[in-house]
């Protein structure tokens, strides 16, 4: 297969991903929409924030999908209908919904022209964009010249998810027996999710097979914003990119598309929160969608979570107020985690009880 055929694939591909990307983001904002409390509206609404809102809409959106898809699993129904088409419609009403409201309409409007302005205006926020495109290209063609070296998929485990996903598209439902110790279905709904599209066994396979450069994409985005925010030299947050994506070990990992990659980009979004300030309970949408991804990756992330939440209580132990907040973000983030676990207990109750 020469390289102009896996330029069309990999262009093929690129459609399918930006526009379920773009459908669970918009999914996924209608519920950030609505659970946001009034005390983090402020946070939640500055105009100059509207990468992280998508990126953050985005992992709640993939967190109720997966949800969403033990319900279809449930009854056998995962299918283009149900699980595609049912979620575009409900993006399309909601946007229709969203823009016919005036005020919100004129600060979509405003934000967008502002954004517009500013990168385009500002050289400030024009060379550190140049400067990430150069290592999303530099991390692109990497990864290129491994992928098309041949027309198999990287290593055996690639294979063995590629068919329980189709497994799951012939047939509209799938069981977690069989997929392995911490291997739950999550992963599987979500690549089902992106092909539904064009669900045939070619487009399937390239997906996986191509779309870790994708996904490379987001981690270097999500974390260029995470490194934003810890660094205020330009050159340690550049360097700090190419060591961390450049490097082997990330490369080995990642560029196989499996659940772990997956479940590193919803971690990733999860650390974009803390640093960022965002509301604790939020932290239970990517909890519960780690859990049902990813059961290693959970588990560590969750000692990190707990360990942070301890410590962010201890250091006010005096203000009673403050303390009174993040325990009362902690149980809206167990009451989240319970609401969307409820599915997949429901699919198999005997595993749980």
Do not use: C
């Not at 990190?304 to 325990?327: S, W």
């Amino acid at each position: 297969m020469n390289n102009i055929s896996f330029l069309n694939e990999f262009l093929l591909v690129g459609i399918i991903f930006i526009l379920f990307i773009f459908i669970i983001s918009i999914f996924g904002y209608f519920f950030l929409s609505i659970i946001r409390k009034k005390s983090d509206y402020d946070i939640l609404k500055k105009p100059n924030l509207i990468l992280e809102r998508f990126l953050i809409s985005f992992g709640i959106g993939i967190s109720i999908y997966i949800s969403y898809g033990y319900i279809l699993n449930l009854f056998k129904i995962f299918n283009f209908f149900t699980a595609y088409l049912f979620i575009l419609f409900f993006d399309i009403f909601f946007l229709i919904s969203y823009l016919l409201i005036e005020s919100k309409r004129r600060f979509f409007l405003n934000s967008f022209k502002i954004r517009f302005r500013n990168f385009f205006l500002n050289k400030r926020k024009i060379i550190p964009m140049m400067t990430v495109l150069i290592i999303l290209i530099l991390s692109f063609l990497l990864y290129w010249n491994i992928i098309t070296v041949s027309v198999g998929l990287i290593w055996r485990d690639p294979y063995s998810w590629y068919k329980k996903i189709f497994y799951l598209l012939d047939n509209g439902s799938i069981s977690d027996v069989g997929l392995g110790v911490g291997y739950p279905s999550g992963y599987v709904f979500i690549t089902s999710g992106f092909s539904l599209i064009r669900p045939d066994h070619l487009t399937v396979y390239f997906f996986i097979k191509i779309s870790s450069i994708y996904f490379l994409f987001l981690y270097i985005i999500i974390s260029f914003l995470i490194l934003k925010h810890i660094f205020k030299k330009n050159y340690l947050i550049y360097i700090s990119l190419l060591l961390i994506y450049l490097s082997n070990f990330f490369l080995e990992r990642n560029i196989m598309n499996l659940p772990s990659s997956f479940a590193t980009i919803l971690v990733l979004i999860s650390i974009l929160l803390v640093v960022k300030g965002y509301p604790l309970y939020m932290q239970g949408f990517f909890l519960t969608a780690l859990f049902l991804i990813h059961r290693l990756t959970f588990g560590f992330y969750f000692i990190v979570i707990v360990a942070y939440i301890l410590f962010k209580i201890f250091l006010n132990l005096r203000n009673r107020k403050l303390v009174f907040k993040e325990l009362s973000s902690i149980f809206s983030m167990l009451i989240i985690n319970i609401i969307l676990l409820i599915p997949f207990i429901l699919n198999y109750p005997e595993d749980i009880l």
